[in-house]
Nanobody
Framework: QLQLVESGGGLVQPGGSLRLSCTASGFNLGYYALAWFRQAPGKERERVSC????????????YYADNVQGRFTISRDDAKDTVDLQMNSLKPEDSAVYYC?????????????????WGQGTQVTVSS
């Protein structure tokens, strides 16, 4: 069973930055599409960003939700089995629990927003 472990959450002031990291042990994440979701209290879960596997027909592509485009950057290091989310210019509305997820099914792309494995989540709070 693939286990994803997030780290890097915390409290940051508006305009600040945080970098979330997600790692897996015992599995080659290179075959999976990887994404970050978030959920704030009383709100629906939202897919923030995704990065496809390089083995997909379209290669390694990325997706960003409109409300984080230009502020967040997703990256993956398949040699280390990690996926990161760099978050800049953070806003109070970015406050949420952030989840690392992996899609093991084919195709390993971001066009299909269905995921098989979820981490436990890490809290991000943006507040002054």
């Amino acid at each position: 069973q693939l286990q994803l472990v997030e780290s890097g959450g915390g409290l940051v002031q508006p305009g600040g930055s945080l970098r979330l990291s997600c790692t897996a042990s015992g599995f080659n994440l290179g075959y999976y599409a990887l994404a970050w979701f978030r959920q704030a209290p009383g709100k629906e879960r939202e897919r923030v960003s995704c990065i496809s596997s390089s083995i997909s027909s379209s290669g390694k592509t990325t997706y960003y939700a409109d409300n984080v485009q230009g502020r967040f950057t997703i990256s993956r290091d398949d040699a280390k089995d990690t996926v990161d989310l760099q978050m800049n210019s953070l806003k109070p509305e970015d406050s949420a629990v952030y989840y690392c997820v992996a899609r093991a099914s084919w195709p390993p792309t971001c066009e299909v927003a269905e995921y098989d494995f979820w981490g436990q989540g890490t809290q991000v709070t943006v507040s002054s």
